[in-house]
């Protein structure tokens, strides 16, 4: 008969063995102060499926105490739903302008707010379209609609209007332009056939299996590269949380997912 003894000396190195296996696989952190807190995150629509598929799934697992909620649109409405108070602990734009209006505003922690990941403007189609363009410069001969985002608050319109007003085709094009809310409207115009091509970012482009790229807008189309600043929000009231979520953006493994996606870290 198995003694006392040796059952409690197994027992303890069971929960040994567990102990150093969560060590080892850093699955889940021990600070229990964050349990029942939260971070609310606003992100550019085109964040939406790195952060729903990968990084808030990831980030929950090693705060299991922790949730984040996350609200999707372009930056331009983000900026107008913070500026009425959207209770936001994080802004990830897909533009500086957006959130250089709100740092202005002092309703950014300027001291937190960094130039993290870059994207490529391109120029789709249908999966199966025969249109004949190979450039921006090509959508001058197009007679359907165009899909790009609304340059008045979508950046991904602004900088698709820059690139075509910097390559001369602007004037030609502005009447066939189908404008969207924001990056996921347009895709899903040009996925579904309702436009003949589209402006979007390549990590739209990649996440849709019904659209191909035509080509990528020339280097000196652009001013500036397509940069995606992240930040704290001056009044958040989740501020353990919110600086655990951001540490864990700038972490490795969560530039190795943003990669993944097709973005490209700002260094």
Do not use: R
Not at 26 to 36: Q, R
């Amino acid at each position: 008969m198995v003694s006392k003894k040796i059952i409690a000396i197994v027992v303890v190195i069971a929960v040994l063995a567990v102990g150093v296996g969560v060590w080892a696989n850093g699955s889940a952190s021990t600070d229990d102060s964050l349990n029942g807190q939260e971070v609310n995150l606003a992100a550019a629509a085109s964040l939406k499926n790195v952060f729903d598929e990968k990084l808030i799934p990831m980030f929950e697992e090693k705060y299991p105490g922790v949730k984040v909620t996350p609200t999707y649109a372009s930056s331009g409405d983000l900026q107008k739903q913070i500026e009425n108070g959207l209770d936001a602990d994080v802004f990830m734009s897909a533009g500086n302008k957006q959130m250089n209006k709100l740092v202005n505003e002092s309703l950014i922690d300027n001291s937190t707010n960094i130039q993290f990941l870059e994207n490529k403007v391109v120029l789709i189609v249908p999966k199966d379209s025969d249109l004949n363009i190979s450039s921006f410069e090509d959508l001058k001969n197009v007679d359907g609609n165009i899909a790009m985002g609304d340059p008045s608050s979508v950046p991904a319109g602004q900088y698709g209007k820059e690139v075509l007003t910097n390559l001369g085709v602007w004037d030609s094009v502005e009447s066939k332009l189908s404008l969207g809310t924001d990056v996921t409207a347009v895709l899903n115009q040009v996925a579904q056939g309702s436009a003949e091509c589209g402006i979007v970012y390549s990590t739209d482009a990649k996440s849709n299996d019904d659209v191909k790229v035509v080509c990528e807008a020339p280097d000196d189309a652009l001013k500036t590269p397509v940069i995606y600043p992240v930040a704290e929000l001056k009044n958040s009231e989740h501020q353990d949380a919110t600086q655990k979520f951001m540490e864990f953006l700038k972490s490795k493994e969560a530039k190795d997912v943003f990669v993944e996606y097709g973005f490209t870290i700002h260094e």
